[in-house]
């Protein structure tokens, strides 16, 4: 009964080689963001899609990117990635559209770049 | 920048309350707070959200002041499973997509 899926848990890539990691819901919630979090460091938000409309965070690197082809899935794509990607990425999802609104979190992605 | 500060660190016996505080001094009217915990190498976890009231659940309660501007979580009976960073967040935005982490708390349940 996973409600926020996330695969692969590990992935390993080149430095420079380009690297998507996915994101699956079954709650059917509106919203999907993903967070980056460094070793010993608090989440950070990347952007985010409330439905179809992406938003991203005005100091997220042009490097990472997004796409959501329906409302279950949703990918996060790291173009060129450096050694300072090397972190654990989360998503997570919430209904939206209230001022009361639990985000739910994937287990995570732990990227390392060699 | 998060809106909430935490004590970086506490202690607790397992079996005893563990009481988290957290300060929001600049929080506005229609914001909630939130907290969740992080375990080693895991998503956060949801715990408990609230307004003004006295909020329980399951896994916590949560006091707020009447002032709003800070909060404490309450887990009754630590486990040392309750080991973990504890995060509280005041969210802003009309989604929630401002959710803005601080350090959080390192909570460490002894036996």
Request: net charge neutral.
């Amino acid at each position: 009964d996973a409600m926020v899926i996330q695969n692969p848990r590990y992935q390993v890539t080149q430095f420079g080689k380009p690297v998507t990691l996915s994101c699956s819901q079954t709650l059917n919630h509106n919203v999907m963001y993903w967070y980056q979090q460094k070793s010993s460091q608090a989440p950070k938000l990347l952007f985010h899609y409330y439905d179809k409309d992406f938003n991203n965070e005005a100091d997220t690197p042009d490097n990472f990117q997004s796409r959501r082809p329906n409302t279950s899935f949703c990918f996060l794509d790291i173009r060129s990635p450096g050694l300072g990607d090397a972190a654990m990425y989360l998503c997570a999802t919430s209904k939206g559209g209230r001022a009361s609104d639990t985000q739910y979190f994937g287990p995570g992605t732990r990227l390392t770049v060699l | 920048d998060a809106k909430t500060t935490q004590p970086p660190s506490m202690d607790c016996a397992e079996g005893r309350a563990a009481n988290l505080p957290c300060n929001h001094s600049t929080i506005s009217g229609n914001e909630y707070v939130y907290w969740y915990r992080q375990i080693h190498s895991q998503g956060p976890q949801y715990i408990i959200h609230g307004l003004k009231n006295n909020e329980t659940n399951e896994m916590a309660s949560l006091i707020i002041t009447e002032d709003r501007k800070s909060s404490t979580l309450i887990l009754p009976h630590a486990t040392l499973r309750d080991t973990a960073v504890y995060y509280c967040i005041v969210r802003v935005g009309n989604y929630g997509q401002n959710f803005v982490f601080g350090p959080g708390t390192r909570l460490s349940v002894l036996p």
